[in-house]
T-cell receptor, first 110, second 114 residues
Framework: GEDVEQSLFLSVREGDSSVINCTYT??????LYWYKQEPGAGLQLLTY?????DMKQDQRLTVLLNKKDKHLSLRIADTQTGDSAIYFC??????????FGAGTTVTVRA | GAGVSQSPSNKVTEKGKDVELRCDPI?????LYWYRQRLGQGLEFLIY????????KSGLPSDRFSAERTGESVSTLTIQRTQQEDSAVYLC????????????FGAGTRLSVL
């Protein structure tokens, strides 16, 4: 089974904020990542956070990290139709390979 | 190249045939990874190459799967005697192999085994 867990679906109204949650298992992960996958495309890195940080903001994206609970979240402000995609959380259980969650499908409705 | 390039983008094959998937990483990236994505699922790690070190093959699901990489350039993933359960998208990524080690992904090869 997967070590990284995410909710499978999220529906949000255009203009609202989206929050995607993730729990991971490996407390030694140095970095945690959020990737976006649009239909028929590969994965695009959205943002990442170093494990000694608890928050990172990048334009409309805010990442929150709670190391004690091994919980990671991604908030997208002012969600747009172009944000409709699958979002993957990933941890680094060793120095290189990524361990992914199953992905959260975000649907933005008008 | 500007990004990670994979070919073919789609491959349809008959059960029992062998297939070869190709990945051309970003120039200068010493690390290269193969992942498999089954429909509706996350990515499963298959294999990792770093420079001239021995590859980490711990994710390969069976001995029908193998991969090669020449130096720090192109890699090929070979699946012998394909089975229907091999149907998936095969994604390749490359990275600098140090620091934040951000992995950049290709668009993938969609393999359908009939």
């Amino acid at each position: 089974g997967e070590d990284v867990e995410q909710s499978l679906f999220l529906s949000v109204r255009e203009g609202d904020s989206s929050v995607i949650n993730c729990t991971y298992t490996d407390s030694s992960s140095t970095y945690l990542y959020w990737y976006k996958q649009e239909p028929g495309a590969g994965l695009q890195l959205l943002t990442y956070i170093f494990s000694n940080m608890d928050m990172k903001q990048d334009q409309r994206l805010t990442v929150l990290l709670n190391k004690k609970d091994k919980h990671l979240s991604l908030r997208i402000a002012d969600t747009q139709t172009g944000d409709s995609a699958i979002y993957f959380c990933a941890e680094t259980p060793d120095d290189y390979k990524l361990s992914f969650g199953a992905g959260t499908t975000v649907t933005v409705r008008a | 190249g500007a990004g990670v390039s994979q070919s073919p983008s789609n491959k349809v094959t008959e059960k029992g045939k062998d297939v070869e998937l190709r990945c051309d990483p970003i120039s200068g990236h010493t690390a290269l990874y193969w992942y498999r994505q089954r429909l509706g699922q996350g990515l499963e790690f298959l294999i990792y190459f770093q420079g001239n070190s021995a590859p980490d093959k711990s994710g390969l699901p069976s001995d029908r799967f193998s991969a090669e990489r020449t130096g720090e350039s192109v890699s090929t993933l070979t699946i012998q005697r394909t089975q229907q359960e091999d149907s998936a998208v095969y994604l390749c990524a490359s990275s600098l192999g140090q620091g934040t080690n951000i992995q950049y992904f290709g668009a993938g090869t969609r393999l359908s085994v009939l």
